[in-house]
Nanobody, 121 residues
Framework: RVQPVESGGGSVQAGGSLRLSCAASEYTYLGWFRQAPGKEREGVAAIYTGDGEASYADSVKGRFTISQNVAKNTVYLQMNNLKPEDTAVYYC??????????????????WGQGTQVTVSS
């Protein structure tokens, strides 16, 4: 099975936007997680590929949007109004199964290599 592959990280000033992409096929759930230095990994957003139902962490609601392009086997994370506290390595994760807690990292078996997002003030 092919691991998810992230792209689209970079550096931006506070208030700016970035879009992350995750190439992954034939998974049931896809999630975005992030880990900042010295902090635990946290779930940011997740999507059920069957109907596009999305879940978000409270810290990103209203600013981040997860979406999918089924034809391209790609999931996106549009990040708007970025804040310095959004700085982290962002990981795409994937599961073959339906999940009860899609923002919990232990629910996922497949992980990408991560992409750095840096937001300066």
């Amino acid at each position: 099975r092919v691991q998810p592959v992230e792209s689209g990280g970079g550096s931006v000033q506070a208030g700016g936007s970035l879009r992350l992409s995750c190439a992954a096929s034939e998974y049931t759930y896809l999630g975005w997680f992030r880990q900042a230095p010295g902090k635990e990994r946290e779930g940011v957003a997740a999507i059920y590929t069957g109907d596009g139902e999305a879940s978000y962490a409270d810290s990103v609601k209203g600013r981040f949007t997860i979406s999918q392009n089924v034809a391209k086997n790609t999931v996106y994370l549009q990040m708007n109004n970025l804040k310095p506290e959004d700085t982290a390595v962002y990981y795409c994760s994937a599961s073959l199964f339906l999940l009860n807690r899609p923002l919990q990292d232990r629910e996922y078996r497949y992980w990408g290599q991560g992409t750095q997002v840096t937001v300066s003030s």
